[in-house]
């Protein structure tokens, strides 16, 4: 495929569900420049997303985009199916993200914590000392929480405050986004259940000489 493929396995590469192979796209886009490859990534990447993680598990979906800032959410809103009557509750099974994507603007205005701080409740008497209230992206480059509940997730801890040399990479690429001003970033959450908290999470981005950074993170305790 042209644009991508979500299906074959790349060589030496370990798969995992609802995996996207972005070789073909970024070669399709390699003698292009820079703001033309974020525009064809744009217009090719949700598609693929959104196939994809119709691929991590068997239920109904409510998809719907929602733009904040200068990034575009990808959400999948089940809650809204439910409570239309057309499915009955499931406790197991919750609204989560898809897909996170845009360009990097760092903000004047400080964190949004109180918003942060009163979602769901206590972080540790809610989830335990293993986890953090994570942005998919992050209030410096661009993320927010205010009217944008969307944004946060189950996070590992050692992996959102960068203890481990998992979480230092993490970091160092959200630094990149914010030292670059105007970088095409996205965040992409990978389940292996029906809840909101991801297994996986994906974080990518286009460097200033237009070529590609992808890591795989494990979320997992």
């Known amino acids: 495929m042209s644009d991508g493929e979500i299906s074959k396995p790349a060589p030496g ?6 995996q996207v192979y972005y070789s073909a796209l970024f070669d ?10 974020a ?26 985009v929602i733009r904040h800032g200068t990034f575009h959410y990808i959400y999948d809103a089940y809650a809204l199916i439910e409570a239309s009557g057309k499915i009955p509750y499931d406790p197991i099974q ?62 590992s801890r050692k992996l959102n405050r960068g203890w481990t040399m998992e979480g230092k990479l993490f970091r160092r690429m959200e630094k990149y986004c914010a030292q670059n001003p105007g970088t095409f970033c996205f965040s992409r959450p990978i389940y292996t259940d029906g809840s909101a908290r991801p297994a996986l999470l994906e974080f990518g981005l286009l460097k200033s000489d237009g070529a590609p950074w992808v890591e795989v993170f494990d979320n997992r305790s």
């Open 13 to 18: 590469r370990v798969s995992f569900p609802g």
């Open 39 to 64: 525009t064809i990534l744009i217009a090719k990447l949700p598609g693929l997303w959104t196939s994809a993680y119709l691929t991590m598990g068997a239920r109904e979906t409510n998809v719907c």
């Open 28 to 37: 399709s886009a390699e003698d292009v420049s820079v703001t033309a490859k």
């Open 94 to 155: 919750e609204s989560r993200l898809v897909a996170a994507f845009g360009v990097s603007k760092p903000q004047l205005s400080v964190r949004d914590d109180f918003r942060l701080k009163k979602w769901v409740g206590g972080t540790e008497a809610f989830f335990g000392k293993a986890w953090d209230k994570g942005h998919f992206i992050a209030h410096s480059i661009g993320g927010a929480v205010d009217k944008c509940e969307l944004n946060v997730f189950v996070q």
